[in-house]
């Protein structure tokens, strides 16, 4: 049936127009990217139905009952919420594990009250097998084994702002891109509105990127902030607190208005020979009727110099009221003293683009009736004099101008850019590609600038935003999250918990319990699933040996990912195992600064000098995320004591970490 559905495609390809190629191109690619694991899952219903469930649904011609029901039609529902307790009508539930298209493994439950089972996860086997499986750099789809918590999130059908917090490894993210998948398939007016999916750098990107593919979905766009204002060069570093506060919107707004000039006196303007008068008042009423408009800054700018130039040819033909011509051109009253219209005159109506036919015999003519006030106003436009006093009342701008106006000088910095769009959204330069629905991960990382940013590209407001607030480490991020979204949805917008961590043993949360206490003490860390049966264990070196004992731990690593998260030392060992900047995520040795490693995890993670991470703004909450990185071992290299909040982890020898190696660590305890 695939095949069918292929070569259909491939027909479409070749017969088709351009809009046709484009439609059957999406279609070869969403059938190659579902091909792996197609169809996952059987329910065996009380009442003799078979359902088969997969990544999309597959129909028989002429058939109504499908072959496949894809995994967000209602009807697989029961596939991911069905307990002992509460069956939904199925007696047995299957999940099928293939390769290729041979079935290479299948796992039954019985949902029978008779078969004794106290555990909450649901295909228990089937989770814990994912949650051990050696970590690629690349994040897979779950929707073979989403859980219960997570399933409800997924179908989640509030049209609002749902703000999924949740500890680390809890599947936030993984969640959110399920629920883009599952909204991108119950609302179908979102392909064509377009969905949008904020992560914290094109790293993360790069590591969720299959996800969506994997569903069915291809065509969202991923972005992180910066990448949604093209064309700047971000390089340079800095705080980024008072850059983000929502107060920097009054600040940009004032700077743009402040550019607006009404001249205090009246002013002189030169037009060809001659000079007008602007008066001041004249000026006000054109930059009031301007504002009225409610227009950005420089569509605003033409209304208001449309008034002036309005005024000023209004002036010049005002001077040219009594004056009345001869056919031949002369002036026959109020001209010059000689009768005759004066050079500069004459210049004037010719640069207005009047032609004075001394052929035409048509007797006298008022001056007035013979211009043409669209030419007059384009020629007073055009004249250079005339557009610098325009320029100077109310000037064209740009969304830097107004911007590097308030800062110091230097590079641009990430915390610039929600700056530079509030700018070109005042100012106009804004092209206003906007979103039906908008995923935001790592939320809590966003400042109160950032968000107006996001949301003025979400005109409905429908968001899926999750995030953490005990790893926020931007001193501009979140630290609740009505503060950040009351101010754009006012209450329309809803909290939804995930509690339990998929990611990281049990072990390891254990380890960073007094961390996370220390900091934390009005929340509770997610509950581990699983134990991974290895002690997360720290050495103590003397400073001047760090770079040699990480390199050895580093040597010494065989098996699966292992990053080394370090902040201060973060570049020499980089330079020291000759990696890659920036980092490969995919090879087996990667080195992160804590801000990059948000949002990605690793089989083993060595941490180099806690203390100099806990050192930074917020750096217990880096401290912390370094610490949830790991699926199955941590190890930390301190030089000198380690800071009192990992003080309990058990500490391993020298002459013992010689021996070890990551991620197999086996410490002796002291
Ligand atoms: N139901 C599930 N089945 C299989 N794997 C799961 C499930 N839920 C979560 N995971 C796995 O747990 C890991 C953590 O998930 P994810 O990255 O989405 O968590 P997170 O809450 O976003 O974490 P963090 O806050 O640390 O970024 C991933 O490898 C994900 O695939």
């Known amino acids: 049936m695939v095949d069918a559905r292929r070569e259909r495609a491939a027909h479409g390809m070749k017969a088709g127009d351009e809009e046709a190629k484009a439609f059957w191109g999406e279609e070869l690619g969403r059938l190659a990217a579902v091909e792996d694991g197609l169809c996952f899952g059987r329910l065996d219903m009380r009442d ?51 390769r290729g298209r041979t079935v290479t493994a299948v796992d039954d439950e019985l949902l029978d009250r008779d078969a004794a089972s106290d555990s909450e996860l649901v295909g228990e086997a089937a989770l814990m097998a994912a949650l051990t499986a050696d970590r690629t750099g690349r994040m897979h789809d779950i929707v073979t084994t989403l859980q219960a918590e997570q399933d409800a999130i997924v179908r989640d059908d509030y049209a609002g702002v749902l703000v999924v917090q949740g500890g680390p490894g809890t599947g936030k993210t993984a969640v959110a891109l399920h629920r883009l998948a599952y909204l991108l398939y119950t609302r179908a007016h979102l392909r064509t509105r377009g969905v949008l999916v904020i992560g914290p750098s094109r790293v993360f990107l790069d590591y969720i990127g299959q996800v969506l593919p994997g569903l069915g979905e291809q065509a969202v766009v991923t972005a992180t902030i910066a990448g949604l204002y093209p064309g700047v060069q971000v390089n340079g570093t800095g705080p980024a607190e008072d850059k983000g506060r929502a107060d920097m919107a009054d600040k940009i707004a004032a700077v743009v208005r402040s550019r607006v000039r009404v001249p205090e006196e009246s002013l002189k303007v030169h037009f060809e020979q001659q000079v007008l008068r602007l008066e001041s008042d004249d000026c006000r009423r054109a930059v009031a009727a301007a504002r009225r408009t409610g227009l950005p800054h420089n569509q605003a700018r033409l209304v208001c110099h449309q008034h002036v130039v309005e005024l000023l040819a209004q002036g010049l033909v005002n001077g040219m ?33 009047v032609v004075l036919d001394p052929d035409q015999d048509d007797g006298p003519r008022r001056l007035a009736d013979e211009i043409d006030p669209a030419q007059l106003r384009a020629a007073l436009l055009a004249d250079p004099g005339v557009a610098e006093v325009l320029d100077d009342l109310w000037p064209a701008l740009t969304a830097a101008e107004v911007v590097a106006e308030m800062l110091p000088a230097g590079e641009w910095t990430a915390a610039d850019i929600p ?35 996001l949301m003025r590209r979400c005109p409905t407001k429908s968001m899926t935003v999750v995030g953490d607030l005990a790893q926020t480490s931007d001193l501009a991020g979140a630290v609740s999250w009505g503060d950040m979204l009351r101010p754009h949805v006012s209450d329309r917008w809803r909290l939804a918990e995930l509690t339990v961590n998929y990611r990281t043993p049990t072990e390891i949360m254990d380890a960073a319990a007094d961390l996370f206490a220390a900091h934390h003490a009005d929340r509770r860390p997610p509950r581990s699933v699983r134990s991974a049966g290895e002690e997360p264990w720290r050495l103590e070196c003397r400073p001047a040996e760090l770079l040699d004992v990480v390199a050895g731990l580093a040597a010494q690593h065989t098996r699966g990912q292992l990053a080394i998260i370090a902040k201060a030392h973060h570049r020499e060992i980089t330079a020291a195992l000759s990696l890659p900047t920036p980092a490969d995520v995919t090879a087996p040795v990667v080195v992160l600064t804590p801000g990059e490693a948000k949002g990605l995890e690793f089989d083993a993670v060595l941490i180099v000098d806690p203390a100099g991470i806990l050192a930074g703004p917020l750096g217990h909450n880096d401290l912390y995320v370094a610490m949830t990185r ?23 020898r020298m002459s013992h970490a010689r021996h070890t190696c990551l991620p197999a660590a086996r410490p002796d305890r002291m």
């Open 630 to 652: 790991a699926t199955q071992q941590l190890g930390i290299v301190h030089p000198g004591p380690p800071p009192a909040e990992l003080a309990r982890i058990h500490q391993i």
């Open 321 to 353: 009221e009594n004056v009345v011509l001869t056919e031949t051109g002369e002036s026959l009253d109020g001209g010059s003293a000689d009768g005759r219209l004066s050079a500069a005159d004459l210049r004037a109506l010719a640069a207005a683009g």
């Open 48 to 98: 003799g139905r078979r359902i088969y469930v997969g990544r999309l649904g597959l129909f028989r011609d002429g058939q109504d009952e499908p072959l496949l029901v894809d995994w967000r039609a209602a009807a697989a529902r029961p596939f991911y919420t069905a307990t002992m307790a509460k069956a939904d009508g199925v007696r047995r539930r299957r999940r099928i594990t293939t």
């Open 419 to 453: 700056l530079l769009d509030e700018a070109s959204a005042l100012i106009g330069e804004f092209d206003g590609t906007t979103y039906g629905h908008v995923v935001v991960d790592e939320a809590q990382e966003l400042s109160a600038m950032a968000w107006r940013m």
